[in-house]
Nanobody, 126 residues
Framework: QVPIRESGGDSVQAGGSLRLSCTAS??????MAWFRQSPGHEREGLAA????????YYADHVRGRFLISHDAGENTWYLQMYDLTPEDTAMYYC?????????????????????WGQGTQVTVSS
């Protein structure tokens, strides 16, 4: 598959902030999302963006704390996370789709995104 590169995961104190970065092929530009998964839990969608139009979507429990954005010039997507809590501890994944149909697909479904990054660990200490 086309490689997707993630970075930015770290260990931080509760209340801190992190910015995750994801670079992907320009062909994977229709839909992009951030997911996370912790041991024993289902993979959950956090945020998504449709790059041609720039519409963004957020899970209820992160809306207002997490911001998804896209830098077209750098072909990079970001997840800016504020006010982190221990519940945010997880492996975070970048996912993308180059299929135009993804704009009409449920973004919270991992199956919508055929291409995934390797994951970056976020650990939040109380």
């Amino acid at each position: 598959q086309v490689p997707i590169r993630e970075s930015g995961g770290d260990s931080v104190q509760a209340g801190g902030s992190l910015r995750l970065s994801c670079t992907a092929s320009p062909s994977l530009r229709f839909c992009m999302a951030w997911f996370r998964q912790s041991p024993g839990h289902e993979r959950e969608g956090l945020a998504a963006i449709t790059t041609p139009v720039g519409r963004s979507y957020y899970a209820d429990h992160v809306r207002g704390r997490f911001l998804i954005s896209h830098d077209a010039g750098e072909n990079t997507w970001y997840l800016q996370m504020y006010d982190l809590t221990p519940e945010d501890t997880a492996m975070y994944y970048c996912a993308a789709s180059g299929r135009p149909s993804c704009v009409s697909s449920p973004w919270t479904d991992p199956a919508t995104f055929p291409d995934w990054g390797q994951g970056t660990q976020v650990t939040v200490s109380s």
